[in-house]
């Protein structure tokens, strides 16, 4: 934890970051994520969530490289490989999105 925070404070600040964005404050969840990602670089979920709002404000090489930090800390996590597949699908780059995707069927072969 870079920032002297505690776990529990970068999981509130994630999990406020959350409402947020579906009432489309998005800015503001931004912030929420940052913050939490400041406390505890090793949450994989406030990176996803992070590039989450990267990807809908279209700023989508920046969203590739958060949802990778998300895949590098936990391999498993299916959400940060489907936003990364749909990234790569919106920049073109559909062989490597379609490796993306493959791998989301391998960790989980009923996702859809």
Known sequence: MSSGGFPF?????????????????MQEALEAFDGAIEDDPALASSWYNKGFVLCAE?????????????????????????GKGYVLCTLKRYKEAL????????????AD
Request: charged share 30%.
């Open 9 to 25: 404070e970068a999981l509130h600040k994630c999990l406020k970051g959350v409402p947020l964005v579906q009432s489309g404050r």
């Open 58 to 82: 279209e700023r989508y090489q920046e969203a590739l490289e958060t949802f990778e930090k998300a895949i590098a800390i936990d391999p498993s996590f299916t959400h940060p490989l489907t």
């Open 99 to 110: 490796e993306a995707f493959k791998r989301v069927l391998k960790i989980n072969p009923s």
